[in-house]
């Protein structure tokens, strides 16, 4: 209780006194390029092999002949939109992402940098944690949706490529039943999973102390909690607005 | 002039320090000296802030740091210049811009204004050459000299240096010892320098103050030192081969 208690405080210190706007801007731009776009070919990698698998595997379940072949391309388009672009890319990210952060900050706490912002007067969670949530809370919903795009992309080149569905079932299929509301869901979890991994990877790696051997395990703990939180948001995000 | 009053700090139940008193004069270097955990650098971290002691106060020119509003404390840190042990410069950084960050932080000066001022805190180090090195490509002695650079750039009226000689050769660190004795001359700053190195002791020590067990158990001059009786201070001088045979 007190670890939750302690990253409360921690991330009102964020919203405390801060720094001129243009640093701030300066700072975001620069994690933006760090999270995100660093990110984008991992999440390119992944989404499509997940697409092109959950297309494969989705067909292979489905043989009746009362259920249209179509039917494989709206559950890639669904399981995509609804799970595995916004979750899975956001747990990917958690280990990219997550373990960066936290071993940035916790070599950054060990080699004194920290320490040298608090002397000058700066507000150092603000200066460095800061920027980095707000460019998650970003570039993270960004991401998703290229990575839905991509997966949805998977499936179609692994479907048609190895004949299990049509060019012509496959997009009818996609465009079945659309429920627009299923983008905006898919774009709220990962604005929040981006909060969580960065806030928390941040949160472990501030308050690291010691020497290597911490930095490396700050850096395993933030990548757990934060794939732990994703979850429980996940499940909960998905009572409250489905 | 700094002042510190009946420090007291105490980690888990442990006393590391125990009412430590003194005071610092302006345009002297002041040697805070001891053993490895005698509470030297958590008497620094209590001065400079990173640490609050659990009883005293630090007056900095009569204002105490513990016990004012946040605008005068912000402001008297804005008057600290600290050298960390490792340097503490930042790794994403060039060397010119790690000189330069407090300026662009904490000041509105123009970007020529600064500019200047960087140029001039890199030569007074005799680094103008490293200034678009990042730090990984420098050495250790280069990496203090850019953190005296940084910890100066803004005219502090107090300078600390935590073992600014760790991990140096014996040449490299008599030179930053001069540097740091001629910048307080220069400067008339307050100096403040925690170290265990006999060589600082003899070559920069005008005032001198010796912690035992997070006690202070002496306090003079560096002419003086050599001549002490307390026998925590002796052993500690010549614990090493060659100051024992000078003295004997």
Known sequence: MSVIGKYFIFLGTLFGKGEKLSVYWQRLMEECVGIGVSSIFIVAIVSTFIGAVSCIQTAYNLVSPIIPISTVALIVRDMEILELAPTITCIVLAGKVGSNIASELGTMRITEQIDALEVMGINSSSYLVLPKVIAAMLTFPMLVIFSAFLGIMGGYLAGTLTGVITERDYLYGIRDSFVPYNIFFMCVKPFVFGFLIASISSFKGFFTSGGALEVGKASTQAVTNSCISILIADYLLAQLLL | ?248
């Not at chain 2, 000189?99 to 600064?114: C, G, I, W, Y």
């Not at chain 2, 307050?190 to 306090?219: A, C, P, R």
């Open chain 2, 1 to 248: 002039m700094i002042e510190i009053n009946n420090i007291a700090k105490a980690f888990n139940g442990k006393e590391v320090l125990k009412g430590i008193s003194a005071q610092f004069q302006k345009g002297e270097t002041n040697l805070i000296i001891g053993g490895s955990g005698t509470g030297k650098s958590v008497l620094l971290k209590c001065m400079i802030g990173l640490v609050k002691p659990d009883q005293g106060n630090v007056l900095y020119n009569g204002r105490d740091f513990y016990n004012c509003d946040k605008e005068t404390q912000q402001s008297i840190r804005r008057e600290m210049g600290v050298l960390f042990q490792g340097g503490a410069l930042f790794d994403s950084k060039t060397v010119e811009e790690n000189v330069r960050f407090p300026l662009d932080m904490l000041t509105t000066q123009s970007p020529e204004e600064k500019q200047e001022r960087v140029a001039f805190c890199l030569q007074r180090v005799g680094l103008e050459a490293a200034a678009k090195r990042m730090p990984s490509e420098i050495s250790g002695g280069m990496k203090k000299r850019v953190g005296i650079a940084r910890a100066i750039v803004m005219n502090p009226a107090y300078l600390f240096c935590d073992e600014p000689n760790s991990g140096l050769d014996p040449l490299t660190s008599v030179k930053i010892d001069e540097l740091i004795k001629e910048i307080t001359e220069e400067y008339q700053i307050t100096t403040i320098i925690i170290t265990h190195d006999m060589n600082s002791v003899m070559e920069i020590g005008q005032n001198i103050m010796f912690l035992y067990q997070g006690d202070k158990l002496w306090e003079g001059v560096n002419s003086e030192i050599t001549k002490t009786t307390v026998p925590e201070l002796k052993e500690f001088l010549f614990s090493n081969k060659l100051l024992r045979e000078m003295q004997e």
